[in-house]
T-cell receptor
Framework: GIQVEQSPPDLILQEGANSTLRCNFS?????LQWFHQNPWGQLINLFY???GTKQNGRLSATTVATERYSLLYISSSQTTDSGVYFC????????????FGPGTRLSVLP | DGGITQSPKYLFRKEGQNVTLSCEQN?????MYWYRQDPGQGLRLIYY???????QKGDIAEGYSVSREKKESFPLTVTSAQKNPTAFYLC????????????FGPGTRLTVL
């Protein structure tokens, strides 16, 4: 099956700093999403981005499908950005297996 | 409000007992999913269902069972055959098809005593 890797595994930033999180996947995909898991365990959709670039406020994401990677950019980080960021890809043609990466744990210090 | 609800939030079970976790959605989504998350780890797929009365095993289905009798409901039973059931369980849904966003419920934390 498809393999998903994320880097770095852990990241510590001072408030106001910028960061880039990376997701590599081993095969072509129809669906790629970025999620943020808050300290209470809730997963929040950030982006649906199988290709191209999207922006939402201080967050943006780029997926280069031909090279099998995606990047999540966080600018001017805030303490509320802390948590775990997951990349997930869907293999197969229709609503099939979602494979999650191991996540990047981000800690933003005041 | 539209969304996905899971109950209970916390669940304690004695070894050897079956337990059922509830997942309900009012988003009119066709596809529903169950994931397991262990501490410090990513999510692993247990079961998924694309339509009513149909479901498929994910990567770690052994020791679990599901049903999909209604579009809005996808309960998960953790059986006594599951060797290490203590974990955080997350339910998700999406409209269907490969180009749709997946939405998650708040999760159930199961602890086996």
């Amino acid at each position: 099956g498809i393999q998903v890797e994320q880097s770095p595994p852990d990241l510590i930033l001072q408030e106001g700093a910028n960061s880039t999180l990376r997701c590599n996947f081993s095969d072509s995909v129809n669906n790629l999403q970025w999620f943020h898991q808050n300290p209470w365990g809730q997963l929040i959709n950030l982006f649906y981005i199988p290709s191209g670039t999207k922006q939402n406020g201080r967050l943006s994401a780029t997926t280069v499908a031909t090279e099998r990677y995606s990047l999540l950019y966080i600018s001017s980080s805030q303490t509320t950005d802390s948590g775990v960021y997951f990349c997930a890809v869907e293999e197969g043609g229709y609503g099939q297996n979602f494979v999650f990466g191991p996540g990047t744990r981000l800690s933003v210090l005041p | 409000d539209g969304g996905i609800t899971q109950s209970p939030k916390y669940l304690f079970r004695k070894e050897g007992q079956n337990v059922t976790l509830s997942c309900e959605q009012n988003l009119n989504h066709d596809a529903m999913y169950w994931y397991r998350q262990d501490p410090g780890q990513g999510l692993r797929l247990i079961y998924y269902s694309q339509i009513v009365n149909d479901f498929q095993k994910g990567d770690i289905a052994e020791g679990y069972s599901v049903s999909r009798e209604k579009k809005e409901s996808f309960p998960l039973t953790v059986t006594s055959a599951q060797k290490n059931p203590t974990a955080f369980y997350l339910c998700a849904s999406k409209v269907g098809g490969p180009t749709d966003t997946q939405y998650f419920g708040p999760g159930t934390r199961l602890t086996v005593l």
